[in-house]
């Protein structure tokens, strides 16, 4: 279960902290849901380097489903760019760029989401 929470917010909060947009705006544009399916693209192979249980098909649309239930919130990560707070990029992103890292598997999206939330308000 910590997995698949920490697979949507890997996607939807970093994302909707740049764009600077709700939760339900990723789906509804094109370039946005593109996004989403490359960072999706990289947390399952970090997912599957790590033995990790992942059903791709499933797994995306519970992805897209938490959007869609949570279309009309602010990320918390999107509250806290928005404030000039610290965010926790740290635990989210950084925890599955350190899975990475132990994998030696690429994940270039994340490691750009994660400097553009430091470099916008830390």
């Not at 994302?15 to 509804?28: D, F, H, M, P, S």
């Not at 990790?52 to 098909?57: F, N, R, T, Y």
């Not at 009309?72 to 806290?80: A, E, F, K, V, Y």
């Not at 760019?81 to 690429?106: F, K, N, P, S």
Request: glycine share 4%; hydrophobic share 45%; with cysteine.
């Amino acid at each position: 279960m910590v997995y698949q929470k920490l697979l949507a917010n890997v996607i939807i909060n970093p994302l909707t902290a740049v764009l600077r947009i709700k939760n339900g705006q990723l789906l509804l544009q094109e370039d946005r849901l593109s996004l989403m399916k490359e960072l999706f693209g990289e947390a399952a192979a970090v997912y599957r380097a790590a033995h990790i249980s992942i059903d791709e098909e499933k797994d995306w649309e519970r992805v897209v489903q938490v959007c869609r239930m949570t279309s009309s919130n602010s990320s918390s990560m999107l509250q806290d760019v928005e404030a000039g707070r610290r965010t926790e990029i740290e635990a989210i992103t950084g925890a599955l760029i350190r899975m990475a890292d132990r994998y030696e598997v690429a994940v270039p999206l994340h490691r750009m989401m994660y400097r553009l939330i430091l470099a916008s308000c830390e």
